[in-house]
């Protein structure tokens, strides 16, 4: 199947920093990537949609200031978490849709904010 | 609000039994997507169906969508200790883009 990568795949930051997570498809291209939140032993939240060249689409309840998504090209959508705070920490997945609408998911990015 | 619930949450079996999961939503679905993810892992894509009534096999596994497309299934046969994992479909509801992912269910073999 097709690869996604997502990068970094854990990090560590104080509270109030912001972090950026990277998400790629490697052998696609993805005019539509997702960004997802799981928390332990729960399922997975969808944040946002992000489609290329235009403005994210944010699920209802969903911050657009402090989660600032950015799909800059066909294979590259950036999650920005904007001053980040320790009820941010959790399992981030973005995941990219195919052409023939399957989805295929990055390995994930753990975020812990102290 | 739209939802997709899963039964059971849990569900630990014997090697060599069957185990089934079901997930219904609350609306009606353009299709629906099947993953299995690894305890520490990331979601994998196992399968989709789109047909109502569709049924799939992948070797023990077998998917089934509902006539009203509302509902799925998925029942493996004969598990072994690698069918570890959670369950999750994932539904999109007509007129939509997205996927809605349903609650999930764990599943433990014991050997």
């Known amino acids: 199947g097709a690869v996604v990568s997502q990068h970094p795949s854990r990090v560590i930051c104080k509270s109030g920093t912001s972090v950026k997570i990277e998400c790629r498809s490697l052998d696609f291209q993805a005019t539509t990537m997702f960004w997802y939140r799981q928390f332990p032993k729960q399922s997975l939240m969808l944040m946002a949609t992000?489609?290329?060249?235009?403005?994210?689409?944010?699920e209802q309840g969903v911050e657009k200031d402090k989660f600032l998504i950015n799909h800059a090209s066909l294979t590259l959508s950036t999650l920005t978490v904007t001053s980040a705070h320790p009820e941010d920490s959790s399992f981030y997945i973005c995941?990219?849709?195919?052409?023939?609408?399957?989805?295929?998911f990055g390995p994930g990015t753990r975020l812990t904010v102290l | 609000g739209q939802q997709v619930m899963q039964i059971p949450q849990y569900q630990h079996v014997q090697e060599g039994e069957d185990f089934t999961t079901y997930c219904n939503s609350s609306?009606?679905?353009?299709?629906i997507q099947w993953y299995k993810q690894r305890p520490g892992g990331h979601p994998v894509f196992l399968i989709q169906?789109?047909?109502?009534?569709e049924v799939k096999k992948q070797k023990r596994l077998t998917f089934q969508f509902g006539e009203a497309k509302k509902n799925s299934s998925l029942h493996i046969t004969a598990t072994q200790t690698t069918d570890v994992g959670t369950y999750f479909c994932?539904?999109?509801?007509?007129?939509?883009?997205?996927?809605?992912f349903g609650t999930g269910t764990r599943l433990k073999v014991l050997a």
């Open positions: 609306t009606t679905l353009s299709n």
């Open positions: 169906l789109v047909k109502s009534g």
């Open positions: 992000s489609n290329e060249g235009s403005k994210a689409t944010y």
């Open positions: 994932a539904g999109r509801p007509s007129g939509t883009y997205k996927y809605i």
């Open positions: 995941s990219a849709r195919t052409a023939d609408n399957e989805q295929f």
